[in-house]
């Protein structure tokens, strides 16, 4: 958080999912690249900042379905739609972000995250926000990777760092299906894949040649830390 004056005060709502409080913590960042002071508030009665971004789903009971509500607005209502609206509080601007689910407060909140590093004038940190309505046309946007080059997804499971900013970046350009295929046409790398990661004591014969117990278990993990991502 940035020294001086409150500029931006941030209120999500409690209970809020992974999705969003993940964007949260994006919109952080930006503020703080642009050394723009921030604070998190209980309620919009509670903000001290000359702006306020309000987090949350707009069916729920937070402060960004009571500015839905009081505003009037028709929000989309499919599955993960946006709803992205400049509103005025108590002569304060606001900035309301969010959706009909979790992914669609996040959507929102990485696209002010976005924005906020366009804006000329770093007291005028949301300048650039842009009102958004809008639901996808496509239900499953998807990215498919495969396991037949070993090296090439080896070098991918164990890099959490690679990991993050690839995941990042899809969460900004919206896809929100990940597939990993396994024994592609049936051979070579990975087929079957099961050896890779644990160890079946009824079938001692399936064994990967050259790894190690060690190595097995590192697969392992670094699988789950991939799902859990």
Same mark, same amino acid.
């Given at each position: 958080r940035a020294a001086g004056p409150v500029v931006v005060s941030l209120i999500e709502d409690r209970g809020a999912g992974a999705p969003a409080r993940h964007s949260l913590e994006k919109l952080k960042s930006a503020l703080q690249e642009r050394k723009i002071?921030?604070?998190?508030?209980?309620?919009?009665?509670? @903000?001290?900042?000359?702006?306020?971004?309000?987090?949350?789903?707009?069916?729920?009971?937070?402060?960004?379905?009571?500015?839905?509500?009081?505003?009037?607005?028709?929000?989309?209502?499919? @599955?993960?739609?946006?709803?992205?609206?400049?509103?005025?509080?108590?002569?304060?601007?606001?900035?309301?972000?969010?959706?009909?689910?979790?992914?669609?407060?996040?959507?929102?909140?990485?696209?002010?995250?976005?924005?906020?590093?366009?804006?000329?004038?770093?007291?005028?940190?949301?300048?650039?926000?842009?009102?958004?309505?809008?639901?996808?046309?496509?239900?499953?946007?998807?990215?498919?990777? /495969?396991?037949?080059?070993?090296?090439? /997804?080896?070098?991918?499971?164990?890099?959490?760092?690679?990991?993050a900013r690839y995941f990042d970046m899809l969460a900004r350009n919206r896809f929100n299906v990940f597939q990993v295929l396994f024994a592609y046409e049936m051979n070579g790398y990975a087929c079957p894949a099961y050896p890779y990661f644990v160890d079946v004591p009824e079938v001692p014969e399936v064994r990967v040649a050259g790894l190690t117990k060690a190595q097995r278990e590192r697969n392992l993990a670094d699988l789950n830390r991939l799902i859990e991502m």
């Open positions: 002071a921030f604070e998190e508030a209980p309620s919009l009665g509670a @903000a001290r900042g000359e702006w306020i971004v309000a987090a949350g789903v707009e069916s729920g009971n937070g402060a960004a379905a009571e500015l839905v509500r009081t505003a009037s607005l028709t929000a989309p209502t499919a @599955a993960e739609s946006v709803l992205i609206k400049k509103l005025e509080w108590r002569t304060k601007p606001v900035v309301l972000a969010s959706g009909s689910d979790d992914t669609g407060v996040m959507y929102a909140l990485l696209e002010i995250a976005d924005r906020v590093g366009w804006a000329a004038d770093g007291a005028k940190p949301l300048s650039e926000v842009r009102d958004t309505a809008e639901s996808p046309k496509i239900a499953e946007r998807g990215i498919t990777i /495969f396991t037949m080059q070993q090296r090439q /997804f080896e070098n991918r499971l164990h890099d959490e760092t690679l990991l």
